[in-house]
């Protein structure tokens, strides 16, 4: 069975500054997506970023990139120039390919931005 | 944008009655979900619907949960007899066909008392 392990519960960061979350899964798939949620005190489930895993090229999205290292099994994601709104829960998740693939989330890690 | 819309918001009930929590995917996904958040916990999945039927479902979705696609717009899931455990945020998820990215809706928070 797939599992997805946000070793970090908690992180804090100074506005602007840069902070990476670590995520690691377990999978014997070769065919799957990773992906990074984020969770404002609101609880909405808002897609932040996303990797296919036959793509070796990081995916970045604005001031959001990650680190994908597949022989590792190694998911983190980087936020570069922190806001304010950056604060939340953020969930990383796995979903093996095909048709009917569903979501694997870790634990999640709560932000904080320290102003 | 298109959005998947979940009503009501908040929910409060008593133990041992019936709920259905409503969901409205983007009109062009032909696959829907359902995942539950207990407060401070993770998101864990409950069940997967496609093509009119349950494809998968996890072991927290027992008898006392259904669901069911009335209308050709509507998704809904029902607690027949619900426990205080039930308490938890409720997500609805669709995803087109052919496509790996889900979008979720905004959440039902249920409270059982």
């Known amino acids: 069975a797939q599992t997805v392990t946000q070793s970090q519960p908690e992180m804090s960061v100074q506005e602007a500054e840069t902070v990476t979350l670590s995520c690691t899964y377990d999978?014997?798939?070769?065919?799957?997506?990773l992906f990074w949620y984020k969770q404002p005190p609101s609880r909405q489930m808002i897609l932040v970023i996303r990797?296919?895993?036959?793509?070796?090229q990081n995916a970045t999205e604005n001031r959001f990139s990650v680190n994908f290292q597949k022989a590792a099994k190694s998911f983190s994601l980087k936020i570069s120039d922190s806001q304010l709104g950056d604060a939340a829960m953020y969930f990383c998740?796995?979903?093996?390919?095909?048709?009917?693939?569903?979501?694997?989330f870790g634990k999640g890690t709560k932000l904080s931005v320290k102003p | 944008e298109p959005e998947v819309t979940q009503t009501p918001s908040h929910q409060v009930t008593q133990m041992g009655q019936e709920v259905i929590l409503r969901c409205v995917p983007i009109?062009?996904?032909?696959?829907f979900y359902w995942y539950r958040q207990i407060l401070g916990q993770k998101v864990e999945f409950l069940v997967s619907?496609?093509?009119?039927?349950?494809?998968?479902k996890s072991e927290i979705f027992d008898d006392q949960f259904s669901v069911e696609r009335p209308d050709g717009s509507n998704f809904t899931l029902k607690i027949r007899s619900t426990k205080l455990e039930d308490s938890a945020m409720y997500f609805c998820?669709?995803?087109?066909?052919?496509?790996?990215?889900?979008?979720f809706g905004s959440g039902t928070r249920l409270t059982v008392v």
């Open positions: 998820a669709s995803r087109a066909d052919g496509n790996y990215g889900y979008t």
């Open positions: 999978t014997s798939e070769s065919d799957y997506y």
């Open positions: 990797q296919e895993a036959y793509k070796q």
């Open positions: 998740a796995f979903r093996y390919g095909g048709s009917q693939g569903n979501l694997i």
């Open positions: 009109s062009n996904h032909l696959y």
């Open positions: 619907f496609y093509n009119n039927e349950i494809s998968e």
